[in-house]
């Protein structure tokens, strides 16, 4: 099982980015797929997560209303498009498989992870 994630990169604040994570190796269409970040010195956060469907999202307080989580279950594909981008988004970026159930925000309940992707925000 692969998890590529790709979009990352330095951009000023204020701009917008969109990363992908394409899942490669069994199929994951049926499980919530979520997206972390880890700053440099911080633990791991959640980000965003989505069910199979795509008719449940769950956001952290901190990107709710700037970013938004997306999938293509026909490509395994997530995504997560990011605006008004601040200097405290600057973080490495991962896409994990969760499980079958509904979404849940801890870190530990998802089974597969990418190499994270590196976003890092300039003021």
């Known amino acids: 099982v692969q998890l590529q994630a790709s979009g990352g990169g330095l951009v000023q604040a204020g701009a917008s980015l969109r990363l992908s994570c394409a899942a490669s190796?069994?199929?994951?269409?049926?499980?919530?797929m979520g997206w972390f970040r880890q700053a440099p010195g911080k633990e791991r956060e959640f980000v965003a997560a989505?069910?199979?469907?795509?008719?449940?999202?769950s956001y952290a307080d901190s990107v709710k209303g700037r970013f938004t989580i997306s999938r293509d279950n026909a490509k395994n594909t997530v995504y997560l498009g990011m605006n008004s981008l601040k200097p405290e988004d600057t973080a490495v970026y991962y896409c994990?498989?969760?499980?079958?159930?509904?979404?849940?925000?801890?870190?530990?309940?998802?089974?597969?992870w990418g190499q994270g992707t590196l976003v890092t925000v300039s003021s």
């Open positions: 994990a498989v969760g499980g079958l159930g509904p979404i849940v925000t801890y870190a530990g309940r998802y089974a597969y």
């Open positions: 989505i069910t199979w469907t795509g008719g449940s999202t």
């Open positions: 190796g069994r199929t994951f269409s049926r499980n919530v």
